[in-house]
């Protein structure tokens, strides 16, 4: 079961986990299944939104956090996502990005999706896992986007950021095995 649904007014993304035969709605209205993109602007805006939200969880735990240094790390980190937004919006405004219409829509949305979303009550361990499949998720989707970009600069955009990701995501690693270590 990997079916995922998207309320177009409010955003809230839903994931199927047992079928019924009843029909979703959300804001009062049904609500659409997440399936493929189906246009350049549908992939930056989503990748615009993820952006966004890893902006907003790492400034959100950077003031959760107990140990100084890892807050300051989580600081910076959002400032880079912000900077990921940024640069993505001047992909979009510059509609640089051209790739083929197929190779658009051949990308699934649920593949850059988490199964796991940031619950208020989330620990620093849960909160841990989510950015690491976040960050797992997003360079994926860079590097996707890469295969995808004819424009020489445009790919080494895209590659770049990959390659940010890849490097959260290892922080985010080291942080982790370092707290399941000191539980024991
Ligand atoms: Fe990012
Ligand atoms: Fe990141």
């Not at 658009?104 to 989330?122: A, S």
Request: charged content about 30%; glycine content about 4%; proline content about 2%.
């Amino acid at each position: 079961m990997n079916d995922f649904y998207k309320c177009a007014i409010c955003g809230k993304i839903v994931k199927v986990i047992a079928a019924g035969k009843g029909e979703l709605v959300c804001c009062g209205q049904p609500m659409a299944m997440l399936t493929n993109f189906k246009s350049v602007n549908e992939v930056l805006d989503f990748a615009i939104e993820k952006e966004e939200e890893a902006r907003q969880f790492y400034l959100e735990w950077s003031k959760k956090l107990e140990n100084k240094a890892l807050s300051e790390q989580f600081v910076q980190f959002a400032g880079e996502e912000n900077k990921h937004k940024e640069k993505l919006q001047r992909v979009k405004t510059g509609s640089t990005f051209k790739p083929a219409a197929k190779q658009v829509t051949d990308l699934k949305i649920v593949d850059y999706l988490v199964d796991i979303v940031p619950t208020p009550g989330m620990d620093y361990q849960e909160a841990l896992i989510v950015a690491m499949r976040r960050e797992k998720a997003s360079f994926k989707f860079y590097n996707d986007l890469a295969a995808m970009a004819q424009d020489e600069g445009l790919r080494e955009t895209f590659l770049a950021l990959a390659q940010e990701e890849a490097k959260h995501k290892l922080r985010l690693e080291t942080e982790y095995e370092k707290e399941i270590y000191s539980e024991n």
